[in-house]
Structure formats: structure tokens, C-alpha cells
């Protein structure tokens, strides 16, 4: 299933875009898209049977806001450094252990919602990602195939980077992660049986026309359920809780200089293979 919230910022409903690609009005049915849903295999089951069986309304996308298809997001979890040539690119050796730093939820934004470059900002980036939602409790999980069981469906995330603050101002990866829109998310949560092999999609960003990322996530140094095992082993996943598992190669950063950073008026679009697209345009803080 594709799930996903449409309507105003903070008043979004409930919604499914059934293959014929008609918008279907969820409220009826379920209260929001939560990890409490994610984790009710009944509620997701009626979803499927009212789906099947055409009892679900149709809504009028015309002019309608997607919004971010997950609310209430415990945390994300944003795995850095995890694709062979993205680590190329930027002279890194690929790390022996996933690097694990957090996004806050309310980073996250809709699609196509405005993305504000920071204040001071001079080296604001892009990075398309997998988004990995979480669908079970995962705690000390031991294999690759539990990881990968406790996953309720995926999404494309734009995990935008301010690379002076992240890199150059000391401390931590966050105050270069954390800056308000920086992680859009969606337009849909697409459940897990629709993606078979989480190792073959491909990712592609644009700006302003130009593709600048165009990779894999076969490139990935950790594959999908290992990172969820990994992450497992040093804190509790909940239902609803998101992991971002870094981006391919194409970066501003690994750019050559002048390095061609994000300013005011740049369009960003980008995609991931059966999960939908996404498009910014970019503003001033």
C-alpha cells in the first residue's frame, strides 16, 4: 500500500493512493499514520480489505498539500557514510561500523514544502536517502532478516545538511542536521510487501534541472537490515520511528571547487525508485 496524509500543515487526514493512482480518503477508518497504526496488523488488514473491496471514498488531489506520511515520529536515526562512493567522493574511508547521529522529528516536513536555508549559512547540501520506517519493537535484534522484519515500509527522505555547522564548528554531526525543514519526508510510506529487495532502487536528485545524484542502493555499505540489527543492539526501535541510511555519491561536498551549495530560489527534486518524488524550492530563514 501507498499511505500518505494530505491537507494543511498540522491538519492533515488519512490517505491511501490506490494503483490506479485515484487518492482515497482514510479518515474513516483510521485516525492518523502513527506508528500505533504501523503496529496493528488488524487496522492495516481493514485498510487492505476496504481498498480491495472499492469502499474507500475518493478525495480531489486538485490543489491539496501532502504532507509528511508519518506523524508522531519518535526519533530518526540517520546512518552517515553509508555508500561506497559517496565515501569515495569525499576522501572518507568507509567507516568498519555504521555512524550513527539523529534528526529531530520536527525537521521533518512535507515533499514539496519550502526547505529554509539557515541563517549565516554559505555550504547548505542535499542528500536523497531511503527512509526506513519502523513497524515492530526491535530490541537486540540479531540477524540482518530480523531487521528487516521489523520494517513496516519505506519512504524517500531528503536529509538536508548545512556542511560548515556540521563539519567545521566543532562538536557533533547535529547542529549541521537539525536546522528547521531540513528533512523532508514522503509523499508516500510505502509498506514493505510492495518492496521486495530494499538493495535495488535507485535514488536521483536534480537541482534546478541538473542531475547531481543518480545512484543505488546496492552501493549501500550497510544494507537496510543490518543497519536496523545494528541500531537495535544500542537503543529500542519503536513503531514509527525512522532510519535515514545515507546517500549516494553527487553531493555539493564532493563537488570540486567553486563547490555549488544551495541558495535562495534553487529547486530541488528527487526520487526513489516506486516511492514517489519529491520537490523543493528553497527560501531564506
Same mark, same amino acid.
Given at each position: 500500500?501507498?499511505?500518505?496524509?494530505?491537507?494543511?500543515? %498540522? $491538519?492533515?487526514?488519512?490517505? *491511501?493512493?490506490?494503483? =490506479?493512482?485515484? #487518492?482515497?480518503?482514510?479518515? /474513516?477508518?483510521?485516525?492518523?499514520?502513527?506508528?500505533?497504526?504501523?503496529?496493528?496488523?488488524?487496522?492495516?488488514?481493514?485498510?487492505?480489505?476496504?481498498?480491495?473491496?472499492?469502499?474507500?471514498?475518493?478525495?480531489?488531489?486538485?490543489?491539496?498539500?501532502?504532507?509528511?506520511?508519518?506523524?508522531?515520529?519518535?526519533?530518526?536515526?540517520?546512518?552517515?557514510?553509508?555508500?561506497?562512493?559517496?565515501?569515495?567522493?569525499?576522501?572518507?574511508?568507509?567507516?568498519?561500523?555504521?555512524?550513527?547521529?539523529?534528526?529531530?522529528?520536527?525537521?521533518?516536513?512535507?515533499?514539496?514544502?519550502?526547505?529554509?536555508?539557515?541563517?549565516?549559512?554559505?555550504?547548505?547540501?542535499?542528500?536523497?536517502?531511503?527512509?526506513?520506517?519502523? %513497524? $515492530?519493537?526491535?530490541?537486540? *535484534?540479531?540477524?540482518? =532478516?530480523?531487521? #528487516?522484519?521489523?520494517?513496516? /515500509?519505506?519512504?524517500?527522505?531528503h536529509d538536508v545538511s548545512e556542511r560548515e555547522f556540521q563539519i567545521e564548528r566543532g562538536g557533533t554531526w547535529d547542529k549541521g542536521k537539525n536546522c528547521e525543514t531540513f528533512n523532508p519526508l514522503g509523499?508516500?510510506?510505502?509498506?514493505?510487501?510492495?518492496?521486495?529487495?530494499?538493495?535495488?532502487?535507485?535514488?536521483?536528485?536534480?537541482?534546478?534541472?541538473?542531475?547531481?545524484?543518480?545512484?543505488?542502493?546496492?552501493?549501500?555499505?550497510?544494507?537496510?537490515?543490518?543497519?536496523?540489527?545494528?541500531?537495535?543492539?544500542?537503543?529500542?526501535?519503536?513503531?514509527?520511528?525512522?532510519?535515514?541510511?545515507?546517500?549516494?555519491?553527487?553531493?555539493?561536498?564532493?563537488?570540486?571547487?567553486?563547490?555549488?551549495?544551495?541558495?535562495?530560489?534553487?529547486?530541488?527534486?528527487?526520487?526513489?525508485?516506486?516511492?514517489?518524488?519529491?520537490?523543493q524550492v528553497l527560501a531564506r530563514a
Amino acid at each position: 500500500m501507498k499511505l500518505l496524509r494530505v491537507g494543511t500543515a %498540522g $491538519r492533515e487526514r488519512p490517505a *491511501l493512493l490506490d494503483p =490506479e493512482g485515484t #487518492l482515497r480518503d482514510l479518515s /474513516g477508518l483510521v485516525a492518523d499514520i502513527d506508528g500505533t497504526l504501523l503496529a496493528d496488523e488488524d487496522a492495516l488488514g481493514r485498510i487492505r480489505g476496504a481498498a480491495a473491496a472499492g469502499d474507500l471514498p475518493a478525495l480531489d488531489a486538485t490543489g491539496l498539500r501532502t504532507g509528511p506520511p508519518l506523524t508522531r515520529i519518535g526519533k530518526i536515526v540517520c546512518i552517515g557514510l553509508n555508500y561506497h562512493d559517496h565515501a569515495r567522493e569525499t576522501g572518507a574511508e568507509p567507516p568498519a561500523e555504521p555512524v550513527v547521529f539523529f534528526k529531530a522529528p520536527d525537521t521533518v516536513v512535507g515533499p514539496d514544502d519550502t526547505v529554509l536555508i539557515p541563517r549565516g549559512s554559505v555550504k547548505t547540501d542535499w542528500e536523497v536517502e531511503l527512509a526506513v520506517v519502523i %513497524g $515492530r519493537t526491535a530490541r537486540y *535484534l540479531e540477524s540482518a =532478516e530480523e531487521g #528487516l522484519a521489523h520494517v513496516a /515500509g519505506y519512504a524517500v527522505a531528503h536529509d538536508v545538511s548545512e556542511r560548515e555547522f556540521q563539519i567545521e564548528r566543532g562538536g557533533t554531526w547535529d547542529k549541521g542536521k537539525n536546522c528547521e525543514t531540513f528533512n523532508p519526508l514522503g509523499p508516500w510510506l510505502v509498506t514493505a510487501d510492495e518492496v521486495p529487495d530494499p538493495q535495488n532502487l535507485s535514488l536521483r536528485l536534480w537541482v534546478n534541472g541538473e542531475l547531481k545524484q543518480d545512484g543505488t542502493t546496492a552501493e549501500q555499505i550497510f544494507p537496510v537490515g543490518e543497519v536496523v540489527r545494528y541500531v537495535s543492539r544500542f537503543m529500542t526501535l519503536y513503531p514509527g520511528d525512522v532510519i535515514n541510511t545515507g546517500t549516494p555519491a553527487g553531493v555539493a561536498m564532493g563537488h570540486p571547487q567553486p563547490k555549488p551549495y544551495l541558495k535562495a530560489g534553487d529547486v530541488v527534486e528527487l526520487e526513489v525508485t516506486g516511492l514517489g518524488r519529491q520537490r523543493q524550492v528553497l527560501a531564506r530563514a
